[in-house]
């Protein structure tokens, strides 16, 4: 069973909406940055200011001359008032390289009444392009892996309007189901991600394997920030009557009246939620919440850009 008891999930296969973005949230991304704190100045120019030195945009410091250096990098004018030969280093400016990591297993198909027809997975999926689409604006690098049916797949990361609809296409095709792959069946995540990459986790955090791979990465240098999705049901559980819920990924069940059990399933939840939050930012991780019934681009204006945005996606 999961830490709490999930509403019942629909078996029926409901078809991703062609249109992940409403017209509202894309206005909405253009005033939100994808930043992270860790940015490697590696692989170019583009828009993250880099905590590595080098010929940038931003004088940072001198240094003493070195055999290899290049001698345009000379300040030539301190050397005539020094008889010593300087370097002039700069911040400079690198793209940033933003993995997105979607978790679609049985879980994440759950939908409830608040939105008919609008799943976990599809506002996870929503989620993942808004960011593909501030990645492309900025210039950046991003990746896309999926875990679903006990399985990885990993789309690797490019810059770029078609690397952009690579993703589209993965994700619109993307079905839940099954559950979180063996740790030994991650290894081209590690193979594929390098230092200094920004790691997007869009799940419902059920899965402790998934947990347990954000806490690796994060002590391996790599910056990792998560997005839970969470439905209506299980932040407010205001169902009535007699309900059987069930864990879509092991088939246990509790059957139950919902007035009775709604004060203890909302504490217990909270607990849960709140011990997560903080088992994660122990780690160095940043985790914030969306629920369904919320605006897409409000976790990502929580993770980057400050308060989230209100409205309705």
Known sequence: ????????????????????LPADVRARLRAIPIAARLASGRHGFGQHASRSRGSGLEFAQYRAYEPGDEPRLVDWKLYARSDRYFVREAERDSP???????????????????????????????????ATEIALRQGDRFGL??????????????????QRDRCLLALRALRAGGGWPAETALQPLWDRIGGGSLLLVLSDGFDEAGLRMAERFAAARREVVG?????????????????????????????????AIRTGFLQRFGDARVAQRNRLAAAGIRQVEHVLDE???????????????????
């Open 227 to 259: 997005i839970r999705v969470l439905t209506v049901g299980e932040r407010d559980f205001a169902f009535r009557g007699g309900h059987r819920f069930e864990d879509p990924e092991s088939g246990e069940a509790l059957l139950g009246d919902a007035e």
């Open 295 to 313: 605006p897409l681009d409000a976790p990502l204006r929580a993770l980057f850009a400050g308060p989230a945005a209100t409205g309705n996606a």
């Open 96 to 130: 940033l390289t933003l993995w997105l990591l979607v978790d679609a297993t049985a879980s994440m198909a759950q939908v409830d009444d608040a939105r008919p027809g609008w799943s976990r997975l599809d506002a996870a999926c929503g989620i993942a392009m808004a």
């Open 1 to 20: 069973m999961k830490p709490v008891p999930d509403p019942v999930v629909s078996t029926t296969e409901i078809t991703r909406p062609a249109d992940l």
């Open 145 to 162: 892996a999926t875990f679903a049916d006990g399985a990885l797949r990993v789309h690797g990361a490019d810059a770029g309007p078609r």
